[in-house]
Structures are given as C-alpha cells and as structure tokens.
Nanobody
Framework: QLVESGGGLVQAGGSLRLSCAAS????????LGWFRQAPGKEREGVSC???????NYADSVKGRFTISRDNARNTVYLLMDSLKPEDTAVYYC??????????????????WGQGTQVTVSS
C-alpha cells in the first residue's frame, strides 16, 4: 500500500513537499516514481528513482523538483519548489519491484497511491 500526503493549496513561487509511505513491502529494491494528472489530461511522469538512486525528471520540472527516498522509513519524497499554476494536478506515487534502471512510464509501475491534490494559485 502507498499513501501520499503533503498536498495542498500554495501560491505561485511557493514550495510543497509530498511524501509517500509504503507499507506491506520493503521497497529498498523498488523503482519509485511520482506522476501527476491534471483535469482533462493524461497521467504524466514527473520524476522517478531507481533502486540505485538514479533519478529522472520531466523537462517541465527540472531544476524545481527533487525526488528522494528514505529506505529506513519506507518513504519517498517529492520536494517541489518555485511552483507554477501549471503544476496544479493530482499527484500520485508509484512503485515497482523491478528497481533496475529508470522507469518513466505509467505502465511500468505495479503499485499506486490514491493521489494527493496540489493546487497552485497565480
């Protein structure tokens, strides 16, 4: 099970840190990812992290968002700085037991959280 938290309403230029806590499995060897879905749009990859801590970011968030993991807490984080109104979406964390390499596609992940809303006002 994956449970996200940390979403909310923030003004443009502000910051939020999303957390995703995993239970029922030890995700040390898992690939982890953050995705988002805005109204009327498809779910898109934001950032991902391999089991060896290689990272990948969508061009739209590079330099503003940072993904990290705390294996001791079974938690993955997404620190979002310099937020823009176009970052408004429901954010989902995802995990897959195949942690090798960078996995950026929605179909590459087996486990999903329920999502947390992020709203950035202009």
């Amino acid at each position: 099970q994956l449970v996200e938290s940390g979403g909310g309403l923030v003004q443009a230029g502000g910051s939020l840190r999303l957390s995703c806590a995993a239970s029922g499995f030890d995700f040390d060897d898992y690939a982890l990812g953050w995705f988002r879905q805005a109204p009327g749009k498809e779910r898109e990859g934001v950032s991902c992290l391999s089991s060896s801590d290689s990272t990948n970011y969508a061009d739209s968030v590079k330099g503003r968002f940072t993904i990290s993991r705390d294996n001791a807490r079974n938690t993955v984080y997404l620190l979002m700085d310099s937020l823009k109104p176009e970052d408004t979406a429901v954010y989902y964390c995802a995990a897959d037991r195949n942690g090798l390499g960078i996995r950026t596609g929605v179909v590459e992940y087996s486990y999903w959280g329920q999502g947390t809303q992020v709203t950035v006002s202009s």
